[in-house]
């Protein structure tokens, strides 16, 4: 069975084969190197919250709100579970048991680098009361580098990633092609890298 790269992988086989030497002609670890990318990928994006770096738009997507953070008594402030936004194309609150209406415009404001919205009245507390259609995330587009707006760290925190997966499986002697069931602790694999973890950490939601 033949593994295909995600389209929103964070880094590419040859750039991977290139760090170790290896030719771009030669392909005889690629369905590996495509396995640990897309594996790295899906690890990444939970480790930083579940958040997609590549660009997608999330269509009515509903937010919970359940506490209370201002002296009024509402909570103000609602976060993305992606960022930065691109664009907003819907804001809106819950009007019934299933009906939405957008909110006016002067009632809040919006923040696309770290994709938050500001909500001067508040938002009513419950559950699913507001909801949210945007675009958000950053271009990847190997071959058009003009365009291409992934942060350059994250890509070396995901090529750090897959090589010391890669290196782990070579020094326990595996030397298949193919992951397989092979079971890989990315999060092991992140603590013995500080410098990658610390690249990660300022992806995450910081909260105080």
């Not at 392909?27 to 997609?52: K, P």
């Not at 936004?85 to 019934?96: D, N």
Request: hydrophobic share 35%; charged share 20%; glycine share 8%.
């Amino acid at each position: 069975m033949a593994f295909t790269l995600e389209t929103y992988a964070l880094t590419q086989v040859n750039d991977v084969k290139s760090i170790i030497d290896i030719a771009s002609g030669t392909t005889t670890w690629d369905q590996t190197f495509i396995e640990l990318i897309n594996g790295a990928t899906i690890y990444i994006e939970r480790y930083c919250g579940g958040r997609r770096f590549a660009t997608a738009t999330y269509t009515n997507e509903t937010y919970d709100c359940e506490f209370e953070d201002d002296d009024d008594g509402r909570q103000k402030w609602l976060f993305l579970k992606n960022w930065p936004v691109t664009a907003f194309t819907t804001i809106e609150y819950r009007s019934g048991t299933t009906t939405y209406a957008s909110y006016d415009s002067t009632a809040y404001e919006t923040y696309t680098d770290n994709g938050s919205i500001y909500f001067y009245g508040g938002i009513t507390k419950g559950r699913k009361t507001v909801r949210v259609t945007y675009t958000a995330g950053y271009t990847i587009n190997w071959t058009t580098q003009a365009s291409h707006t992934l942060p350059h760290d994250i890509t070396m925190a995901c090529r750090s990633l897959v090589l010391a997966a890669f290196n782990k499986r070579k020094s326990q002697g595996i030397e298949s092609e193919s992951v397989g069931g092979a079971s890989i602790n990315w999060g092991d694999l992140l603590e013995a890298d500080p410098v990658t973890k610390a690249i990660l950490d300022g992806y995450r939601r910081n909260f105080l």
